[in-house]
């Protein structure tokens, strides 16, 4: 007996579920204009803090990637020989976590005078001037930051007896975590300020939704609707706008994403980075469209509260 | 099945719209509510629909204390009444069929149910060939007997109306009565506030008479001079 009321209860929610989602789908399309020029502000003010966020993650993946960018040069005394950098070299490959080549004066010498062009003063020289060369790259373990291995190496090479100097490409590392963790800030100032944006914008929509039907809001509530059936073809049409703006969000984004790609990737080839751009996954995708939706329906939801508080003001409902 | 106890309503502002008003319905009764315009009949039916709720007194319907009851609540209350308009307050962007549906939809039936229902509705006020149509297409009498198939849509046991007549000729209202009459006589206790003295006279029912917010006159149907016989 009980279970048949719930049964029955329950199919009612559901029956007028079903009403006002055709009803919210309805609105929508009854007016394609402005829901077109709401969801182009959505998408836009989404699209922003989606295209920072993925623009710092391959910014981080490209600080992971290129290791060569925390690779130690290694210059030994001048009176350091062979035998010592050779030496050297072992030690250093024989520690975890890095690797290390020895670059001969004279490699060096055609290294420069290729990458250089001073091939014609280098000929000046009567002795090639450079020392030995060490070149260590640190490969430290996944849960090791890059920047602290490095640290921890340099320290260990200074030590080292044949060392004359050591030189690392860590301004470099230190500005990108620097700009990373800008990155970061950014992007949750952004997302703190342009969900507001959504909020504000699907409220006010919706406000001027509820305002172009508040004969049909008050007949409802005439003839016995609660505020739940008011309210919810309104916060369906909250959870579309924000949804469509999602989805275009991720549209314009990936238009930008298409435009750029070649450029940018061309760009860092010519840096000597093989470099692929990534894109948002799948789970990033889920979330834009989960946040879109959620924000829409909370935007809603403020404009319908604050109606309905107005209308249930004793005797402000139906004037007859 | 409706019951007014020494009921005042006062209105920010001071005046008071009804004074110390009494009286009793009962089950399928058929009554007339009377008196000039700013007598009291609207806020008289509005307090029996929840939309507002006495300063002072009691109002209970079917049985619930509408006085005690929080606003919340009101929606319950209404679904059990049905309430007839003089301005018809239907949805112009809403055909008839949709229109006296309304109710059905909030209490949420089937779309088999209702479709049955609003059609039966529909037969009743004589407009099943007008369920398509838009409710600006129709004439002012048939406006109104939409807004009456949209109040007995969901079966209340309470008919309420407000000046049902106001807009219609004396044969349409004639109609208009003889159709309360008949849901009447199907049980529903009705209750018609009207200023068409003659037409009431001529129903020969009881007769509350308001004056100034004061319950003033008390008629029994017999007790009417030109009552059919």
């Known amino acids: 007996m009980k279970l048949e009321r719930f049964r029955r209860r329950t199919r009612a929610w559901g029956r007028r579920q079903l009403f006002s989602l055709f009803s919210s789908l309805g609105t929508l399309m009854s007016h394609r204009a402005g829901t077109l020029m709401t969801v182009l502000v959505l998408g836009i003010a989404m699209a922003l803090p989606v295209g920072l966020y993925v623009t710092v993650k391959n910014l981080r993946a490209l600080d992971l990637k290129q290791e060569q960018w925390g690779t130690i040069t290694v210059f030994l005394k001048t009176e350091a020989d062979q035998d010592a950098a050779q030496a050297l070299n072992d030690m250093i490959n024989g520690r975890v976590g890095m690797t290390s080549d020895v670059i001969s004066p004279a490699q060096g010498m055609a290294q420069f005078r290729e990458a250089s062009g001073f091939g014609q003063a280098l000929d000046m020289f009567e002795e090639n001037p450079l020392p030995w060369v060490v070149l260590v790259t640190p490969q430290p373990a996944e849960d090791v930051p890059l920047e602290a291995a490095v640290a921890q190496i ?26 990373l963790a800008l990155g970061d800030a950014l992007i949750s100032v952004l997302t ?37 059936f008011i309210r919810q073809p309104f916060l369906y049409s909250g959870f579309w706008y924000g949804l469509l703006g999602a989805t275009l969000a991720l549209l314009l984004f990936n238009g930008c994403l298409f435009y750029l790609k070649r450029p940018l990737e061309g760009l860092l080839d010519a840096y000597g980075n093989s470099f692929t751009v990534h894109n948002l996954d799948g789970v990033g995708v889920l979330f834009v469209f989960f946040a879109g939706g ?25 004037r007859f | 099945m409706i019951t007014f106890e020494r009921v005042t309503k006062q ?12 009286f009793h319905l009962d ?15 609207s806020t008289l039916l509005r307090l029996i629909l929840m939309l507002e709720k006495a300063t002072r007194g009691q109002v209970v319907v079917d049985g619930n204390n509408l006085t005690r009851m929080p606003m919340r609540l009101a929606p319950k209350i209404r679904r059990n009444v049905g309430m007839i308009f003089q301005d018809h307050k239907l949805l112009k962007d809403k055909t008839v069929f949709d229109n006296v549906s309304l109710p059905l939809m909030i209490a949420g039936l089937r779309y088999q149910d209702i479709r049955k ?60 009565f003889g ?51």
């Open chain 1, 154 to 179: 340099e320290e260990w090479l200074l030590q080292q007896e044949d060392v004359d100097l050591v030189q690392v490409d860590f301004k470099w590392l230190q500005r990108l975590a620097g700009l």
């Open chain 1, 192 to 228: 703190v300020f342009f969900s507001l944006a959504v909020v504000v914008v699907v409220s006010n929509t919706i406000r001027m939704d509820v305002a172009n039907r508040s004969e049909e809001i008050q007949v409802l509530s005439l003839v016995g609707a609660g505020e739940g």
């Open chain 1, 294 to 318: 959620f924000l829409g329906f909370i935007g809603a939801w403020v404009s319908v509260q604050r109606y309905l508080r107005m209308i249930n003001t004793d005797g402000m409902l139906g």
């Open chain 2, 11 to 22: 209105y920010e502002g001071g005046t008071a719209a009804l004074r110390d008003v009494s």
């Open chain 2, 27 to 41: 089950p399928g009764e058929m009554v007339f509510l009377t008196g000039h315009s700013g007598a009291g009949k």
């Open chain 2, 117 to 176: 229902r609003v059609r039966a509705a529909l037969d009743k006020v004589g407009l099943l060939s007008k369920e398509k149509a838009w409710p600006l297409t129709l004439s002012g009498g048939e406006q109104q007997r939409v807004g009456i198939a949209r109040a007995i849509v969901g079966m209340p046991p309470v008919l309420l109306a407000d000046e049902p007549t106001g807009n219609l000729d004396p044969e349409l209202s004639r109609d208009l």
């Open chain 2, 179 to 229: 159709l309360f009459e008949q849901l009447n006589a199907q049980g529903v206790t009705v209750l018609i506030a009207s200023h068409d003295l003659a037409l009431i006279r001529r129903m020969g029912r009881r007769v509350l008479v308001l004056s100034q917010g004061c319950l003033a006159d008390d008629i029994a149907g017999a007790d009417l001079a030109g009552a059919r016989a």
